[in-house]
């Protein structure tokens, strides 16, 4: 007998959709006024890096910051990665029991 989304365990429903809505919130729903910082923001740290370069300052401030930044990209990524793992597990299980429940 199938047991109804509704009956799960609170836990992991809301487990679930936490990590849904900040996926989908952090890439949907920037607002006007944030889109339009990013072109500024940009031509700012691409004009700083220039100067860097320029003066050649780059890679010492690359040695002494390219760890710290590794370790946040691989926080990121093992975010990304439980986000798609929870997906793929749960997506399947929403459509078996939308068409055959």
């Known amino acids: 007998m199938s047991r109804g989304l509704h009956r799960q365990p609170a836990l992991r ?3 679930y959709l936490d990590l849904f809505t900040l996926r989908c919130q952090q890439f949907h729903d920037a607002s006007a006024s944030d889109r339009r910082a990013w072109l500024p923001v940009t031509i700012m740290l691409l004009l700083i890096g220039l100067v860097l370069y320029y ?5 010492l401030v690359a040695q002494s910051v390219g760890e710290p930044i ?10 990304f990665t439980v986000t798609i793992g929870v997906n793929l597990l749960i997506i399947p299980l929403i459509w078996l029991i939308r068409n055959f429940v």
Do not use: D, K, M
């Open 13 to 15: 429903r809301l487990f």
């Open 55 to 59: 003066f050649g300052i780059a890679p």
């Open 70 to 79: 590794a370790a946040g990209v691989r926080v990121i990524a093992s975010a």
